[in-house]
């Protein structure tokens, strides 16, 4: 799996991760719903993946994860991402302290402040967690290209903020305007979510086949087209499509290997979706 460095460490990410809204928000008592997320996990991590992000926004999904890690493998591996999305800063330690105890763990890799929800609160608190050892790195998030303002101008005042989760796909480009620049300038590593615009990107798409493009990067599925077209772009750190499914899960991966689209590719990509 190709890596990439996180800025503030010399520690390397793998580039695909994985997300778990909506795909981990279920109850793991029908066996085959466990077998398959397990399933996720297991492709994920046996290709060199890392990056696990849930938030307690996800309903299910911190309990989902930390129970299938329990018996995997995969926990020692994990890169384990969550959030904190409440205002207050006992409420946010409470909501932090659950999180750590649904995901079955003392320390996290990764915790954010989720949509910029009480953000100087919970900063506050994550720079003694980080001093303390609880967490790893710190993050900030959002989901709209309207608050990218908001993130810049809360990296600008918070130089221990390490991470930055946003938005980028063939279909939502204005991460590219300036805030990937914008990450990469002050050291800060991007993660970058709602990669196929949640369903968006293959609504869009429909029963259409691959364009004649596709096949000069080696792609066989739309999935790996708009995920080719993210690894291509240097600033980008991680990416965490989310799925429930191991085909899919599978076919994600398959976005790592073999050439990888060039400026004027992407160019003609962009194009092509913009042209839908
Ligand atoms: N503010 C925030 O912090 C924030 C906001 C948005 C997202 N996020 C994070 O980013 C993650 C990704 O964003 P997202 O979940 O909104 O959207 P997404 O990853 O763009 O899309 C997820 C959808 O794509 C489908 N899918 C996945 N792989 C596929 C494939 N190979 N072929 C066809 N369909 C495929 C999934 O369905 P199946 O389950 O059927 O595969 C799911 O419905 C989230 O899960 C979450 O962890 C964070």
Not at 69 to 97: N, Y
Not at 110 to 137: F, S
Request: charged share 20%.
């Amino acid at each position: 799996m190709q890596t990439r460095p996180i800025p503030h460490s010399a520690e390397n990410l793998p580039v695909i991760g994985l997300g778990t809204f909506r795909a981990f928000d279920t109850s793991l008592t029908a066996t085959p719903i466990r077998d398959a997320l397990a399933d996720v996990i297991r492709q994920l991590t046996e290709a060199g993946g890392t990056m696990i992000d849930s938030s307690p926004m996800y309903g299910r999904a911190e309990a989902v994860v930390g129970e299938l890690l329990e018996t995997e493998p995969a926990r020692a591996k994990a890169f384990i991402a969550t959030k904190v999305w409440t205002r207050g800063k006992h409420e946010g330690i409470a909501a932090m302290d659950e999180s750590l105890r649904l995901l079955r763990t003392s320390s996290i890799a990764l915790m954010q402040v989720h949509n910029l929800i009480d953000t100087e609160t919970h900063l506050a608190t994550l720079r003694e967690w980080k001093a303390q050892g609880r967490v790893r790195y710190i993050g900030i998030t959002h989901y709209t290209a309207s608050a990218f303002d908001a993130l810049k101008k809360t990296i600008a005042a918070h130089p221990e903020v390490d991470f930055c989760q946003f938005p980028y796909s063939l279909i939502e480009r204005a991460a590219e305007r300036d805030l990937l620049s914008f990450c990469a300038d002050h050291g800060v590593a991007t993660l970058i979510n709602r990669p196929f615009g949640q369903d968006e990107l293959f609504a869009k798409v429909a029963d259409r086949a691959l364009p004649d493009w596709a096949a000069e990067i080696g792609c066989t599925s739309w999935a790996q087209i708009a995920l080719k077209y993210l690894i291509a772009d240097a600033r980008v750190t991680c990416i965490i499509p989310a799925t429930s499914k191991p085909h899919h899960m599978r076919d994600n991966l398959k976005a790592v290997a073999g050439a990888m689209p060039d400026a004027a590719l992407r160019t003609r990509m962009a194009a092509f979706f913009d042209n839908l």
